[in-house]
């Protein structure tokens, strides 16, 4: 079965340090990984995916992942943080290869102090 | 905007009483799925439609719960004799399967408050 756990349920970082953001995931199909964001009364919007082709995977607002299959890890990093990007963030893996349904970790929060 | 859209955004109910959600999704994706999320936690996934035809239903599915997707376009998400457990988000997300992978697009939700 498919599953993912993100290590860390708080992060807080300074404005202008980097963020690091820890999931391991479990799968039984060649994964379909992802990074959503949830911003307070917003939507979950993607950040990045990760679907077999390069494994370091560049999203948007200069996020990026590394997919490492031998340490099941897809950790999510930006150089420098900034105030807007506080939100929940979720590591998400596809229920079945690429095809499935989501399934979600439980979410990360991340606060950026100033 | 062709985002996905769900009404109403937030509905306050008190126990025992029906509720209806609905989700229009991008308007060329082929498949609908509904989740569930309670605070503090992700996303569950409850259930999927492809056009019409639902083709899965999650365990956290119970009875009371129905959803429908006539003529494969908006969707509608019944809950009935609704319990205080059931207060939560109701998050729609569309895609289109193309054979690559499954990238959804998730509507902003419907926050149900069960009184």
């Known amino acids: 079965a498919q599953s993912v756990t993100q290590l860390d349920s708080h992060v807080s970082v300074s404005e202008g340090t980097p963020v690091l953001l820890r999931c391991n995931y479990s799968?039984?199909?060649?994964?379909?990984l992802f990074w959503y964001v949830q911003h307070p009364n917003k939507g979950l919007q993607l950040l990045l995916k990760?679907?077999?082709?390069?494994?370091l995977v560049k999203g948007i607002n200069g996020f990026e992942a590394e997919f490492k299959k031998s340490e099941t890890s897809f950790h999510l990093t930006k150089p420098s943080a900034h105030m807007s990007d506080a939100a929940e963030y979720f590591c998400?893996?596809?229920?079945?290869?690429?095809?499935?349904?989501?399934?979600f970790g439980k979410g990360t929060k991340l606060s950026v102090k100033p | 905007d062709t985002g996905v859209s769900q009404n109403p955004r937030h509905k306050i109910t008190k126990r025992g009483q029906n509720v209806t959600f609905r989700c229009d999704p991008i308007s060329e994706h082929n498949r609908l799925y509904w989740y569930r999320q309670t605070l503090g936690q992700g996303p569950e996934f409850l259930t999927y439609f492809q056009n019409e035809a639902q083709l899965e239903k999650s365990r956290l599915l119970s009875d009371r719960f129905s959803a429908e997707r006539p003529k494969g376009s908006f969707s509608t998400l019944e809950i009935q004799r609704t319990e205080q457990g059931d207060s939560a988000m109701y998050l729609c997300a569309s895609s289109w399967t193309s054979g690559a992978y499954n990238e959804q697009f998730f509507g902003p939700g419907t926050r149900l408050t069960v009184l």
């Open positions: 799968s039984s199909y060649s994964p379909s």
């Open positions: 998400v893996v596809n229920s079945r290869g690429s095809q499935g349904n989501l399934i």
């Open positions: 990760y679907t077999s082709a390069a494994t």
